[in-house]
């Protein structure tokens, strides 16, 4: 048996995983898109490492782009299998890969609006009817369900805590009457989650790809979230009369962030501005998650006593039109503006962050990990000028994040989702979702806890396990 690294190898995004089996099946682990890898994004996106044609069967651990956006082209390439996952997952699959065709599509349109000479025409890696063909292929596993793929091959899912219907990877694959247990943690999200319930424990595996992507952060701000949103609209808002926008996953951080504004309300602390969701697949991303009462944790479940819509607060309005969207920037009224994506790699935040980063009374709040060569990376970074639609622009905006807020669990958070594992019947733990230098770091932390056998694989690379 072998397995490669197509993606997220060494890096954060594009997580692309291959187990290859002695009969030459094939399982695939995620197929996400690379994001914010500045102009090698592109390359890394149009080239698999692998015939999409020979993929038996495809698992996904969870619905974010970076693990499913490139789903649609696999299957348009040639990939006819299922793809498992759980129900909520495809819910949100179905959304986020429909949104990533149309920006695909429009910001190719943009861009060949504004070609300069010599400059090859864009093209979307995939359009809409590939995104409905890879739904059709869907095939549902609930948490802790033991689904048989084949003979030989067994799935089980666990929470991972991280986005709703985010999943461990549980795989014992028998080859020659010999069991061996793989894991995939996919990402992990949060022991002590706004919303979620926390990660699971899960039974002993011989081979675990882990997910380090804060390997060697921890997540301990001063204050709680609560405190940071109201100190940040104040003083933007109220006082310099800006506004601050917020770059948020449509899916988790924007309804964390709404949760948290509606507890101020709750406090009668909310400040009496205008809030504004700016993203038509964050709304739908919020009713999913609504009609998914079952991942909310005990605090949520406290709050919905008082509470019957715990996402909506005075002032709240979901933005869905292009020309509402336009018309935001054209307003100076102070305002709260919460938009996708939460990298400000694509989508209509990158439109609000060039309308606003040269005025100094606005603030851009970062909420959330930022790959660090994307316009969010570099932002977080203290670039002075960055480039956004291939024009320069100076900073003079302040630049705020809340590191807390992130879905990805610090290295407390992922040595406590070890917890339960001997390290000495690890015959392998593989780093994966993370910048090399922060593996390289967590990987002395792990030898530190008894796991002797850390690999960090390179991009490409191919190990064999027995």
Not at 61 to 79: M, Q, T, W, Y
Not at 275 to 296: C, F, G, R
Not at 382 to 392: A, C, E, H, N, Y
Request: charged share 25%.
């Amino acid at each position: 048996m072998k397995i490669a690294f197509h993606g997220a190898a060494r890096t954060v995004t594009g997580s692309k995983h291959l187990i290859t089996l002695k009969n030459d099946t094939q399982i695939l682990l995620d197929c996400g898109l690379f994001q914010g890898m500045g102009h090698v994004t592109d390359k890394l996106n149009d080239y698999f490492g692998f015939d999409a044609k020979k993929v038996t069967y495809m698992i996904l651990s969870h619905a974010h782009i970076d693990h499913c956006g490139l789903l649609p082209k696999l299957v348009a390439e040639g990939f006819s299998g299922n793809i498992f996952c759980t129900s909520a997952t495809m819910d949100l699959a179905r959304i986020l890969m429909m949104d990533s065709a149309k920006i695909q599509e429009q910001d190719a349109e943009f861009a060949n609006r504004h070609l300069r000479h010599g400059e090859e025409m864009e093209e979307a890696l995939y359009t809409e009817d590939d995104v409905v063909q890879t739904v059709s292929q869907m095939k549902i596993v609930e948490y802790e369900e033991d689904f048989e793929i084949e003979p030989g091959i067994r799935l089980r899912f666990t929470d991972a805590g991280h986005i709703l219907g985010s999943a461990a990877v549980h795989l014992t694959i028998t080859e020659d009457e010999k069991p061996t247990r793989i894991t995939f943690s996919g990402d992990v999200g949060r022991y002590g989650d706004l919303l979620l319930k926390s990660p699971q424990q899960f039974d002993q595996a011989d081979y675990i790809l882990m997910e380090s992507t804060y390997g060697d952060s921890l997540h301990k701000d001063l204050d709680p979230i609560e405190n940071m949103l109201l100190e940040i609209i104040n003083n933007t808002c109220n006082i310099k009369k800006g506004k601050v926008i917020i770059p948020a996953f449509a899916v988790g951080r924007t309804q964390e962030l709404l949760y948290a504004l509606n507890g101020l309300e709750l406090k009668g602390k909310l400040p009496d501005v205008p809030y504004y969701v700016d993203s038509p697949l964050s709304s739908k991303a919020t009713e999913i998650l609504k009609n998914h009462p079952e991942v909310y944790n005990n605090g949520v479940k406290e709050t919905l006593k008082i509470d019957h819509d715990v996402f909506a607060f005075k002032g709240l309005r979901f933005i869905e039109s292009v020309e509402e969207s336009k018309a935001l920037n054209e307003d100076p009224r102070p305002c709260v503006i919460i938009s996708a994506s939460g990298m400000a790699e694509a989508g209509r935040v990158k439109h609000h962050i060039r309308n606003n980063i040269g005025n100094a009374k606005n603030t851009i709040l970062m909420v959330g990990y930022c790959e660090p060569n994307s316009l969010g990376g570099k932002l977080i970074a203290g670039q002075k000028v960055v480039d956004i639609f291939r024009d320069k622009y100076e900073v003079k905006a302040e630049v705020r994040a809340i590191k807390s807020m992130s879905a990805h669990g610090d290295y407390e958070d992922l040595l406590r989702f070890l917890s339960a594992q001997d390290p000495a019947k690890v015959k392998q733990l593989f780093l994966v979702h993370g910048e090399y230098e922060v593996q390289q770091h967590f990987a002395s932390r792990l030898k530190d806890h008894g796991f002797k056998h850390v690999a960090i694989p390179e991009y490409h690379q191919v190990f064999d396990i027995n």
